[in-house]
């Protein structure tokens, strides 16, 4: 679902994602109408943008991320700010795009958050791992699961933003063993997806190694 104030924007968009293969179930201008829109067609990820007229992007995400099932949410904003971005994620949204990005970024942004991966616009995900490692309160250790040393290296890898195929050629494994060891942290956290494994890790500070 394609959710942009700007009608030719929206409609590139779309035009795009169709072209591209992936099936558009609905295309709105506003916040509130895509919260009834998406609680009716149920859209495996949300194209969202950032300023909305009516209620701000954030909080539309945060709202999708608190439905049944969450949508993944890709945002897209003319707005590279620090506390936008953030704002963002910590509203549940698995992507932070700019507008200025290319088709094949975007395009690419779109399939790697389909995909489960955490993806922000080159430059913004260091300013994220930043900040989330100084907000982070970090659990005792005591408190901290026991993960295998390749368990605890894959997870480093993921905080860093690499994608399982960049893991999988970084540790000379197969793509399906990489995909195992982030299922097992995945059981052994009590976490659900990817992004919520990333800030895992960045309040346990294994981005900074």
């Known amino acids: 679902m394609v ?41 495996e990820l949300v194209v969202l943008d950032l300023q909305l007229p009516d209620l701000p992007g954030v909080e539309v995400a945060r709202r999708l991320a608190a439905s049944e ?53 080159p430059g913004l995900a260091g300013l994220v791992l930043g900040e989330y490692r100084r907000l982070a309160a970090r659990p005792a250790p005591e408190a901290t699961p026991r993960l295998t040393e390749r368990e ?7 905080a860093k933003g690499l994608s399982y195929k960049q893991i999988a050629e970084r540790l000379v494994l197969s793509h399906r063993t990489v995909q195992n060891h982030v299922q097992n942290t995945l059981n052994k956290l009590q976490l659900h997806n990817r992004v919520e494994l990333v800030r895992y890790a960045i309040e346990q500070g294994l981005d900074e190694s």
């Open 69 to 121: 099932p969450p949508p993944r949410v890709l945002m897209l904003s003319a707005s590279g700010e620090q506390e936008d971005v953030l704002e963002a994620v910590k509203a549940g949204a698995s992507g932070y795009l700019l507008k200025s990005a290319s088709k094949e970024e975007f395009l690419d942004a779109v399939r790697r958050t389909a995909g489960g991966d955490a993806v922000f616009t």
């Open 152 to 158: 605890t290296e894959v997870l480093r890898l993921v």
């Open 3 to 43: 959710v942009d104030d700007h009608p030719m924007w929206r409609d590139g968009v779309a035009r795009d994602l169709a072209e591209a293969g992936y099936e558009v179930v609905a295309t709105v201008g506003e916040g509130r109408q895509a919260l009834r829109v998406a609680a009716a067609v149920r859209p």
